[in-house]
């Protein structure tokens, strides 16, 4: 399985940004889990949000409930994350990551066996 994120970028507080993680190599059974986390300079990486493939249920971090939303393209193997109202505070390198089965700890960054590179999000105050 190989993910492929894109769509960071520098931005000004309160602009939108969408990402981007296209999966490949697993195209004959849908995944469990695709989520994003973040990793903030000298932080640790923490969980943004998730999309449980089988039913379309969508998790987000209480950090950014109502600002950012991840959905999935119906067509192929692509979860976005829309990222509405940008704070400096979102400023972090975003990783997607992805797991076969749904686990209900879809938070702990451990559960995820495949991770894209990481594309990078500023947000200038």
Known sequence: VQ?????GGLVQAGD??????????????????????RQAPGKERVFVA???????????ADSVKGRFSISRDNADHTVYLQMNKLKPEDTAVYYCAARIHFVTSYYASEQYAYWGQGTEVTVSS
Do not use: K
Request: net charge positive; hydrophobic share 40%; proline share 0%.
């Open 50 to 60: 998730a999309y449980r493939w089988g039913t379309r249920a969508t998790y987000h």
């Open 16 to 37: 939108s940004l969408r990402l981007s993680c296209a999966a490949s190599g697993r195209t004959s059974v849908d995944y469990g889990l695709m989520a994003w986390f």
């Open 3 to 7: 993910l492929q994120a894109s769509g």
